[in-house]
């Protein structure tokens, strides 16, 4: 299936997770972050009017937006449509996936169909890395913070056009988002491939969390004020998703749209 330009960004946004984003850093032995408390506003960084919530977890979904989808280079680009082509298109990469769980030989049957593929996916490995250890590199407890409230819809950007002011999986009330799944191939590619795979693994159990309590806060785009859900149940959801190995991973995105155990 042959692409046109506007697939092509498309694909690039949706393969990364992007919102808008949602996306990748070295966590391996992170520990569940507080939902709440941490500093809205950062000394290095400039202040933004009408922006709600942590100054830098902004910042950081914000400079994802930009190298992943808004101005990315031509490798990015090139890659990334170089992994969805072969599953027809962006929209198509959960379906793949699907198929290949249901055949009975994966993960062999879905390496068959990344394989070729395997320096593309490590250019996007490459990059995504490179924003994620800019920002928390250090600081494994604030990469969580930041994928909790980006499921919860809580991090408003007036930066960003209409439509997109609120770092979190885009979606149109009431159908449900879709993106996470169509992220989750390509984080158990990376791992499957042997690119990274404990730091992939560890991200791929973080876009779980930020699904979760996605799918429970109901986070209205372009809203400035999306309520936080309680604490526990961000303390809750977190360390559910924490403890998942691989193949608990893999299962646990087979069901669609919500968690099988959603909020439990």
């Not at 990748?24 to 290095?44: I, K, Y």
């Not at 709600?52 to 989808?69: C, I, K, L, P, T």
Request: charged residues 25%; glycine residues 6%.
């Amino acid at each position: 299936m042959t692409l046109n330009t506007l697939d092509r960004r498309s694909a690039l946004r949706a393969a990364l997770g992007v919102a808008g984003a949602a996306a990748t850093a070295s966590l391996v032995g992170a520990t569940p972050a507080e939902a709440h408390g941490r500093h809205r506003r950062h000394p290095s960084l400039p202040e933004v009017p009408g922006m709600v919530g942590d100054r830098w977890a902004n910042e950081f979904w914000y400079q994802y937006d930009e190298m992943s989808y808004y101005t990315p280079s031509q490798e990015m680009s090139d890659a990334v449509y170089a992994i969805v082509a072969p599953f027809g298109g962006f929209t198509k990469t959960y379906d793949a996936w699907v198929e290949t769980r249901k055949s009975g030989r994966y993960p062999r049957s879905y390496m068959e169909l990344i394989r070729p593929n395997k320096a593309a996916f490590e250019v996007v490995s490459r990059e995504q890395i490179k924003i994620y250890d800019q920002f928390y590199g250090r600081d494994p407890r604030g990469l969580l913070f930041a994928f909790q409230e980006y499921g919860q819809g809580t991090l408003f950007d007036p930066r960003r056009p209409d439509g997109q002011k609120v770092h979190m999986m885009n979606y149109t009330p009431p159908s449900p988002t879709h993106a996470y799944h169509r992220w989750h191939p390509f984080l158990a590619g990376f791992a499957l491939l042997g690119i990274k795979p404990h730091y992939w693994t560890h991200i791929n159990r973080l876009a779980g969390v930020a699904w979760e309590l996605q799918s429970l806060a109901q986070p209205i785009t372009d809203r400035n004020d999306n309520p936080h859900l309680p604490k526990r149940t961000v303390r809750r959801v977190t360390a559910k998703w924490m403890c998942r190995d691989r193949a608990e991973l893999d299962k646990a995105f087979d069901v669609s749209p919500f968690p099988v155990d959603l909020g439990k």
